[in-house]
């Protein structure tokens, strides 16, 4: 089963209106982290938000939001007051606990959405 | 405060050519990690090293694949004997790492495109 799922390949947006992307996830450890990334089309990855599977708030970052709905295991990027240059590549991604339980290290990847911002 | 940096930024070779990539990561960090990222897909992970400890590698990383951090600064990358499917962008970051660290971000450099003739 795939770990992280972003079921929208694209996306398009009006500039200055508001835009949610999808992400859900598949874990068994009670304690994992929720990180959403941006990628222009020059290729960096620029880290957006994060959020703790303990956290009682969404987490927010300007105009990033995340909705975190624990029980159904989503974790939607919501952008508000589009911009020209929100138009990229946006990736969710996941942090689990090692085998050993002791430590996290990887990011697992969704497929990514392609955002569109218009005029 | 200077990012995470790789060399080379691009690198054209012919199949079965040895490859290697540089990559720096932000001083003050003690994890670095690689990744593989294709076109119109989310990075894949590699490997990654806390200081100079290589932590955990990916079972799906062929044996031709090696990748050194000897004094727990910068980290090297190999490819022997590439194949048209190592054809990607190579991606490093590096972070704070362990047990009290889990919401610590991964900064990304801006990768190293590999494209194999």
């Known amino acids: 089963a795939q770990k992280i799922t972003q079921t929208q390949p694209g996306m398009f947006v009006q500039e200055k209106e508001a835009v949610t992307l999808d992400c859900t996830y598949d874990?068994?450890?009670?304690?994992?982290?929720l990180f959403w990334y941006k990628q222009p089309s020059s290729g960096e990855m620029i880290f957006l938000i994060y959020?703790?599977?303990?956290?009682?708030q969404n987490a927010t970052e300007g105009r990033y939001s995340l909705n975190f709905q624990k029980a159904r295991k989503s974790a939607n990027l919501v952008i508000s007051a589009s911009q020209l240059g929100d138009s990229a590549m946006y990736f969710c991604?996941?942090?689990?606990?090692?085998?050993?339980?002791?430590?996290?290290?990887?990011?697992?990847f969704g497929q990514g959405t392609i955002l569109t911002v218009h005029p | 405060d200077t990012g995470v940096s790789q060399d080379p930024r691009h690198k054209i070779t012919k199949r079965g050519q040895n490859v290697t990539f540089r990559c720096d990561p932000i001083?003050?960090?003690?994890?670095l990690y690689w990744y593989r990222q294709t076109l119109g897909q989310g990075p894949e992970f590699l490997t990654y090293?806390?200081?100079?400890?290589?932590?955990?590698k990916s079972r799906l990383l062929s044996d031709r694949f090696s990748a050194e951090r000897p004094k727990g600064s910068f980290s090297t990358l190999e490819i022997q004997r590439t194949e048209q499917g190592d054809s990607a962008m190579y991606l490093c970051?590096?972070?704070?790492?362990?047990?009290?660290?889990?919401?610590?971000?991964?900064?990304f450099g801006d990768g190293t495109r590999l494209s194999i003739l």
């Open positions: 970051a590096s972070s704070l790492g362990g047990r009290d660290y889990s919401n610590q971000p991964q900064h």
């Open positions: 874990t068994s450890d009670p304690s994992y982290g």
């Open positions: 959020q703790g599977s303990y956290d009682q």
């Open positions: 991604a996941m942090r689990e606990r090692n085998a050993g339980g002791t430590s996290y290290g990887k990011l697992t």
């Open positions: 001083s003050e960090h003690n994890r």
């Open positions: 090293f806390q200081n100079e400890a290589q932590l955990e």
